[in-house]
C-alpha cells in the first residue's frame, strides 16, 4: 500500500509528458515499433500514455495496460475506451493470457527488483513475442561530465532528476543485460539513443528541434555514452 501511495505521488507530478523527457519517450517509441511483432501488446508503467499513444493504433484490438497510479490509467480509459487498463502493481498483476509485445519504457529503474518483474514478464509471453525495455544510462556523457564538476561523486549517483522520478537505480549497459540473463531471457538486439551533453533546462531553454532530432539519433551510433539504453529479448 505505501509503494502505491508513493507511486500516486510521483504521478501526480510527473514530469515525463512535458519538454525533453516528452521528446525522450516518443523516440524510445519509435525504437520499440522498429523491432515489435503483430499481435497484442502488454504496457507497464505507460505514465501519460506517450508511448500508448504511439502505439495503441496499430494494436487497439488487444492492448493492455497496467500502473498503479490511478490519474494516469483514469486519463487513458477516457481517451481509449477500448484499452484493457489494470490499476495495480505489477507485481499484483495476474493476467488469464499470454502477450506478443511487453513493453517496459522506463520501468526498471523504478522497481524494487528488476529480475523479479522480467522473470514475471518472461512468464507472460507468448511464443515468438518480445520484451522490449528502455533505461537511463549511468555511463552518458552527462553523468560523465557531472562528475567532473562534482555534481555527482559517481556515475550512478542520483541526480534531483532521479529522485523527482522515483528511481531506485541507473543502469550500465552490462547491469542491464546481466538482468535479463538472470531472468532467462535472450536479448536479441541493444543499443542507445540520446547523445546527452547538457541538462534538461539548458537544452529546452537553448536548442532547436533539428538539434535535438540530431542528438537522439547520435546516440543510436555511440550507445555506451548515449543518455538512454535499450533492450529487446525473447
Not at 508503467?45 to 497496467?66: C, S
Not at 511464443?127 to 553523468?143: C, D, F, K, Y
Amino acid at each position: 500500500m505505501n509503494e502505491k501511495v508513493n507511486l500516486n505521488r510521483i504521478a501526480e507530478n510527473s514530469i515525463y509528458g512535458r519538454g525533453i523527457n516528452r521528446v525522450t519517450v516518443e523516440y524510445s517509441g519509435k525504437i520499440f515499433a522498429r523491432h515489435m511483432v503483430d499481435g497484442s501488446v502488454l504496457e507497464l508503467g505507460p505514465a501519460e500514455g506517450i508511448m500508448t499513444d504511439m502505439l495503441y493504433p496499430k494494436y487497439q484490438n488487444d492492448y493492455t495496460v497496467v500502473d498503479a497510479g490511478s490519474v494516469f490509467i483514469e486519463s487513458l480509459r477516457k481517451r481509449y475506451p477500448n484499452i484493457i487498463a489494470h490499476e495495480c502493481l505489477f507485481e499484483e498483476f495476474k493476467p488469464n493470457k499470454r502477450y506478443d509485445n511487453i513493453i517496459l519504457g522506463h520501468v526498471l529503474e523504478h522497481v524494487e527488483d528488476p529480475v523479479s518483474i522480467l522473470i514475471q514478464c518472461k512468464s507472460w509471453l507468448d511464443e515468438g513475442g518480445l520484451v522490449l525495455t528502455t533505461v537511463p544510462n549511468a555511463n552518458s556523457i552527462h553523468r560523465q561530465a557531472a562528475v567532473e564538476m562534482g555534481l555527482l561523486k559517481k556515475l550512478d549517483d542520483f541526480s534531483e532528476k532521479d529522485y523527482r522520478h522515483g528511481h531506485r537505480r541507473v543502469f550500465f549497459m552490462d547491469t542491464l543485460q546481466e538482468c535479463f540473463n538472470d531472468a532467462g531471457l535472450k536479448i536479441q538486439k541493444s543499443g542507445g539513443y540520446w547523445l546527452k551533453p547538457l541538462s534538461d533546462a539548458q537544452l529546452e531553454r537553448d536548442w532547436t528541434k533539428d538539434m535535438i532530432d540530431a542528438f537522439f539519433r547520435l546516440g543510436e551510433k555511440y550507445p555506451d555514452i548515449a543518455g538512454e539504453l535499450y533492450v529487446v529479448a525473447k
